[in-house]
């Protein structure tokens, strides 16, 4: 774990010129360097963690009430029907958004690794979108697959007179437009893992398959692609994160609907929280969020933090 | 460089390159059509947006749009345009950039040259508070932000962003430190050099590079933020975000698209030139730091 000759916890074993080390606050300056940071998260992190979980196990409406009811709002959230359409379309959203983003991350990754002209350019546009936010974007998306004067009056232009392109407006459609418009926006992030990752590649293993013989196809299906499983473990905790905790996109796109088409649970518990003044509801679809993403996230970061421990080991 | 497909210069190795330009030039296309499509609805007048046409140039440049959207666009009660919320902005995200990163720069530095007993679990825990849906904090932080008498305020805005900041800038610099030569800290050790003086005259001058990362990540993050700042403020404390959305959202009467483009455009520019300006160097700092944990 710890690298020992990192640390120095007793500065008496060191020799001679001794200077502020040797008093209490010289001593300990590391963690005193820490402890308002410290402060600040137990309180605003895991204090607030605490208190929100507790809201949802009280009695709480308009105001805060602590009579403690057990599991009752959260009974009560899960028997909603808003919450299951909110449920279900993280679902649909979070696979369709991790499905597509990382297969064009990828494609993308793949052909920018073929020396190819002004490749630099092309990655600056490639990524652009991460920089903007998803009101500005989703603004942006709400005016281009707008029905009236949108894609929908474009393809009428170009002579497909019967094309009809009303996602945004229909109730089963237009979480489709939410996945399109998040794909867009994030999957240039996902070709620069994947790139990052290729370039890693010892390109003497690739040589070697290509002396055998071995066609561009089957030396990137059998070889390449299994060798960016750590780049795909890491874009899929990403996304899925960030799917998660979309909320702007949806504010901005189709502000929840049509009526709750388009409800995820971040938007859930905004609605309940805020407006609707139902704080436990509010608190307990919190809790879910807070507890989905702790499954993905805890042991996310328990493998990075070990396998980098490990490596620094040797150092 | 791993040009697989492309390796002898045969027919085939010809199409096939063709055909690699051909998706990536289509891919071009479809990332920079929203941004087009928002620059040319923005300088082209409404009658001429409601003819149709997204993709057209504009006939005749009309600036209404950014005039409008700069000086009168109303967001409530109130027609001052964007500038305002610019403003307000601008205030939150300066500090909201400074403070954290500077936090951070010390934190990184006690936590990987400097470790104690704790100290990894101490970078665990603050790390964990890097990926919390921020939603779990809300409702506490608003009564919170009531109790002082700083709700629907900058100021309390402000120290949320400065707040929830701190365990992405701090894991940035631990992640930067963890790789600095460890004999030179062991040496600077021993010679006695103070803690505080290794790290003002060694260590910070050299994290520059992650330094501008913690800056850029802070910098957009905060910009971009809406669930804080639509939370957290009231009309006049409104960050540009909150008054793009408002104006999109509640204007009554016709839709004035150009309006809402020209809007939509100048609250996204300041992350985007911060992006065409240092995005190289965020990524790289990105690429060795945050996804490689």
């Known amino acids: 774990m710890a690298i020992t000759d990192n640390s120095i916890h007793v500065p008496t074993s060191q020799p001679r010129k001794l200077r502020k080390g040797t008093t209490w606050v010289g001593r300990n300056l590391p963690w005193l360097t820490l402890l308002p940071t410290g402060i600040l998260g137990a309180i605003f992190i895991y204090g607030f963690i605490v208190l929100t979980i507790y809201i949802s196990m009280s009695a709480s409406k308009l105001v ?17 029907r808003r919450w299951g359409i909110a449920v279900n379309n993280l679902f649909v959203f979070s696979g369709l958004f991790i499905l597509f983003a990382t297969t064009i991350g990828l494609v993308l990754a793949i052909l920018l690794d073929q020396r190819i002209r002004h490749e630099g350019a092309i990655r600056t546009i490639i990524l652009y979108p991460m920089a903007l936010s998803f009101i500005v974007t989703g603004t942006a998306w709400k005016w281009i697959l707008n029905p009236g004067l949108g894609i929908e009056s474009l393809l009428h232009d170009w002579g497909f007179v019967e094309a009809q392109f009303d996602w945004l407006v229909r109730r089963d459609r237009a979480i489709y437009t939410v996945v399109l418009a998040a794909v867009w926006q994030s999957s240039g992030f996902i070709m620069a893992i994947f790139l990052a990752s290729l370039r890693g590649i010892d390109p003497s293993i690739m040589q070697s398959a290509m002396m055998d013989g071995a066609s561009s196809w ?24 960030m799917a998660i905790k979309s909320y702007d996109l949806v504010i901005a ?34 809790t879910m969020m807070l507890f989905t993403i702790a499954a993905i996230i805890v042991p996310y970061l328990y493998s990075e933090l070990r396998s980098h421990n490990r490596s620094r080991g040797h150092a | 460089m791993h040009d697989i497909v492309l390796g002898e210069r045969s027919t085939t190795d010809r199409i096939l390159r063709a055909l690699v330009y051909a998706i990536l030039i289509g891919f071009v296309l479809f ?8 620059v040319v609805t923005s300088v082209k007048s409404l009658e001429e947006i409601l003819a149709g046409g997204l993709l057209n140039l504009p006939k005749k440049l009309d600036f209404y749009g950014w005039d409008e959207a700069w000086n009168n666009a109303c967001v409530g009660t109130e027609c001052r345009g964007m500038a ?6 601008l205030i939150a995200s300066t500090l909201a950039t400074i403070i954290p990163t500077a936090i951070g720069a010390l934190n990184g530095y006690a936590l990987s040259l400097w470790r104690f007993k704790g100290s990894e679990l101490f970078f665990g825990m603050l790390l964990f508070g890097a990926f919390i849906p921020f939603q779990i904090v809300l409702l506490p932080m608003a009564s919170f932000l009531g109790w002082i008498g700083w709700s629907s305020s900058l100021t309390g805005l402000t120290f949320t962003y ?7 800038t701090t894991l940035y610099f631990r992640n930067f430190f963890v790789s600095f030569p460890i004999d030179l800290v062991n040496a600077a050790k021993i010679d006695g050099i103070g803690y505080f003086r290794f790290f003002w005259r060694v260590a910070l001058p050299s994290s520059v590079p992650i330094m ?24 006049e404390s409104a960050t540009v975000m909150v008054a793009l959305n408002n104006f999109v959202e509640v204007a009554n009467g016709v839709k004035r698209y150009n309006v809402d483009m020209a809007a939509a455009i100048i609250a996204g520019l300041p992350t985007l030139v911060v992006y065409l300006v240092a995005g190289r160097y965020f990524l790289r700092g990105l690429m060795a730091g945050a996804v490689k944990g």
């Open chain 1, 64 to 80: 805060p009430d602590y009579t403690f009811v057990g599991f009752e709002q959260w009974a009560k959230l899960w028997g909603m």
């Open chain 1, 218 to 241: 089957r030396i990137y299906r059998r070889i390449i692609i299994p060798q960016l499983r750590p780049a795909f473990f890491t874009a899929v905790v990403i996304l899925l994160h």
């Open chain 1, 253 to 286: 796109l189709t502000n929840g609907g049509p009526g709750t088409a388009t409800d995820l649970p971040s938007t859930f518990m905004y609605d309940y929280a805020f407006d609707r003044s139902r704080i436990a509801i509010g608190a307990a679809s919190a």
């Open chain 2, 31 to 38: 990332y920079l059509a929203p941004l087009y499509v928002m």
């Open chain 2, 84 to 89: 305002p919320f610019m403003i307000n902005s």
């Open chain 2, 162 to 168: 400065i707040v929830y900041g701190l365990p992405f």
């Open chain 2, 212 to 235: 501008i990362v913690s800056v850029i990540w802070q910098f957009t993050n905060t910009w971009n933020d809406f669930l804080f700042a639509s939370t957290m403020t009231k009309l």
